[in-house]
């Protein structure tokens, strides 16, 4: 089996046994590696030369892999990454920043997220495309941005109910946490009344939402990165509590997350040490990822082969779970990437020169720098 590595791709996989492939998505296209008996990566095939891919996901029933691209639109191929074509029929949007798919009703749905905020829908494994439009009517949507240029809000991340497929959960880069109980033909913001607020910390500081995952033994229970922190919901969305680390900055920016399906209550935070805004004049992100073992308590900054200090951002993560143990892989907006084993105690560099592994206009900070 393959997965993938990506910014905004499926992040959390589960297999019998390790995978031999890992594909990542990088600045300049697709790169894959292949795991040798010795246990070492090494790179076997490059795809989709110049495109700089925002996600990865792999559709299992019909075989396919799908790669999003920033200004790229949506790209499939049917025989293992070999070849590809574009499939983007319908989508007048071609930044694409994220991609999911799921099973609804015996049918399979792919999804695809875009600058400006609009979400995209195909039933048909990416022949054709049609918008979930209401996904825009919710009352928060003339307030959506991003403090960047052009100042246009983002899908950024796609994820499921792990126990309903209908229910769909979008995080909208900077405007809300969305989520669908009827498959995107209406959404609910959960971020806009109720949620928890600092005292010392303004309310909107929340909207900045990256990723969200739900605790598959309670879908009640939701966990998501944001700008200003890592936040969790025991009630469904409708209030907020933000959980810290003694070693995070007031402002640390944590945006990759993964957690083990089978123990959900192992998680992996990828966090810059302070906002992007500081990147370019310090010239560092002092990438770092962090576990938790108790759900999000408590966090462990990890080393064990990470650096001690990394100018860049870990701009991808992932987990596989392979049954008697998982594998965590994270990568930089410097080009590297690596694998985490043990329990994320031990890290191999696998590669360290490959194009830069980012949400679009992130590794430009630090290049100028």
């Not at 089996?1 to 492939?21: K, T």
């Not at 998501?224 to 969305?237: E, I, K, N, R």
């Not at 576990?291 to 990394?310: D, F, M, T, V």
Request: negative net charge; contains cysteine.
């Amino acid at each position: 089996m393959a997965i993938g590595l990506s910014h905004g791709g499926n992040n959390v996989y589960s297999s019998n046994e390790p995978s031999r492939q890992l594909w990542v998505g990088t600045k300049d296209g697709l790169v894959l590696f292949e795991r040798a008996d010795d246990g070492r990566w090494r790179e076997a095939h490059r795809a989709l030369r110049s495109e700089h891919i925002s996600s990865i996901i792999f559709e299992r029933t019909s075989g396919l892999m799908f790669a999003g691209a920033f200004f790229g639109s949506v790209h499939a191929s049917a025989d293992g990454g070999k070849t590809w074509e574009r499939r983007d029929n319908g989508i007048p949007i071609h930044d694409v920043y994220s991609m999911a798919s799921n099973v609804v009703g015996g049918k399979v749905r792919v999804y695809a997220g875009t600058q400006p905020a609009h979400l995209f829908c195909s039933e048909d494994l990416g022949q054709h495309w049609t918008e979930l439009p209401a996904l825009r009517s919710v009352p928060s949507t003339p307030n959506w941005s991003f403090p960047a240029p052009p100042h246009i809000a983002h899908t950024k991340f796609i994820t499921f109910d792990p126990r309903d497929s209908s229910t769909i959960y979008a995080c909208i880069e900077q405007g809300a946490l969305l989520k669908s109980t009827d498959s995107g033909k209406s959404w609910a913001e959960l971020n806009t009344v109720g949620f928890f607020r600092d005292k010392d910390r303004p309310a909107e500081h929340f909207y900045d939402v990256h990723k969200a995952l739900i605790d598959p033994r309670d879908p009640k229970k939701i966990f998501v990165t944001g700008g200003a922190g890592f936040y969790v919901s025991s009630d469904g969305g409708s209030r907020w509590e933000r959980w810290t680390s003694p070693d995070w900055a007031e402002d640390v920016y944590p945006d990759g997350f993964v957690l083990n399906p089978r123990n959900p209550d192992v998680m992996f935070v990828a966090a810059a040490e302070h906002n992007p805004t500081t990147w370019r004049k310090s010239a560092y992100a002092g990438g770092r990822i962090y576990r938790s073992n108790n759900g999000g308590k408590n966090w462990q900054r990890l080393g064990g082969g990470l650096p001690e200090s990394l100018k860049h951002e870990f701009g991808a993560l992932c987990l596989e779970d392979w049954g008697d143990s998982y594998s965590v892989f994270g990568a930089t907006t410097g080009g590297e990437v690596y694998c985490g084993d043990a329990n994320g105690e031990r890290w191999t560099l696998i590669a360290s020169d490959l194009a830069p592994i980012s949400k679009k206009g992130h590794e430009r900070l630090l290049a100028a720098s």
